[in-house]
């Protein structure tokens, strides 16, 4: 079969299956979305107290939500905003599926070839998913942290937001697919390097 | 020769990240409400309208309406600027010729409109008429289906580039 062919079968495939099991897949990862989240939150005044599927208020389908409290300074008791930020199902499984459908459909000399790459593949995929969905889940929270400060004293050149607003732009304009093609790509190249290290040995 | 799997996936990201940000600063821009509403968005409403004139379907700055029903804001990531950056970031990151590249990039330019025509067509008629469809639709398979579509483009150009250059010492050699 030619390779356009076989991208063109396995792609079609992986958008299928993807469909169908988007909500079950945000379900399985949002336990580790919270704790990336929980991560990146130690460094800032915020605090997460819930990441979960639940239903899309518009009535479409299902999203993942995140609920957290941003304190104007970590010592604060109370906190001064709560916020909720949701992301599509069907967004999140965006780069399992790119990232997955790339490493398995890559041709391969032998079985062993394809575990191998399916071992790294998981060490590169769970950077991925935290670089991607993981972050584009606190996007509304370092909003949030800087308009308090904002409220507080001028905006500084280097003002959280700049940043985080950046990423998030980055991955909502394509930058997300992008990312996932070349940590696939990253995770074939490392994956062959060590087959081919352990056949010199 | 062709460069390597992380070779390539390196070039893609840096080129795509430079043009992605290119763009991002014309926002606001008059050329970047021109491309997008005046280029992408008035055509593709009045291809609804002329499929299905019922609908009655107006753009009301970025947002595709209609009596009866909510309408489709369109936002980043979906007016369809995306493939065209991601298609010319790989053919800039693969080794070819310039006239290679510039046919490459105005054949894939062409099909990068009329996919991104296409995905806000049907993005707006199933919000309006099958919103249950949404959730699959919008978040994974009208964005991933066209960006498969372009990379399918980009095997063909490239494995007709490699072709083209192994062809080429063959030719001399005889």
Known sequence: MQPEWRFALATAAAVAAGAALAQPYAR???????????????AHPWAIQQVAVLPDPAGRGSVLRLVGEVRRERSDARPAALVITRVEVGEAIETPVVFWTLLLAWPAASGRRRLVRAAV??????????????????????????????????????????????????????????LALAGGLAALALADAIGVRRRAA | ???????????????????????????????????????????TVAIIDAVTPAEHAVLLGRTITAPGGPGL????????????????????????????????????????????VLRLMALYYTLRHSPAAWEALHGLVLPLGPVALMALYFLRWSSAKSQLQAAQPAARAA
């Open chain 2, 73 to 116: 804001h369109v936002t980043r990531g979906c007016e369809g600027i995306e493939l065209f950056l991601m298609l010319a970031a790989a053919i800039a990151a693969f080794p070819a010729r310039l006239e290679r590249r510039l046919q490459g990039l105005a054949i894939g330019a062409l099909l990068a409109y009329g996919l991104s």
């Open chain 1, 28 to 42: 399985l990862a949002a336990p580790y979305y919270a704790a990336i989240d929980r991560l990146v939150a130690r």
């Open chain 1, 121 to 178: 593949g998981a060490v590169v995929f769970l950077g991925l998913e935290a670089l991607t969905t993981a972050l584009q889940l606190l996007h509304s929270m370092a909003e949030a942290s800087a308009l308090l400060e904002r409220g507080s004293r001028a905006a500084r050149p280097d003002d959280p937001l700049t940043l985080w607003e950046h990423w998030g732009r980055f991955l909502e304009a394509g930058g997300g697919l992008v």
């Open chain 2, 1 to 43: 020769m062709n460069p390597t799997p992380l070779a390539f996936g390196l070039r893609l990201l840096v080129l795509f990240a430079v043009l992605a940000g290119g763009f991002e600063a014309s926002r606001g821009t008059a050329f970047e409400r021109w491309l997008v509403e005046d280029a992408i968005l008035a055509p």
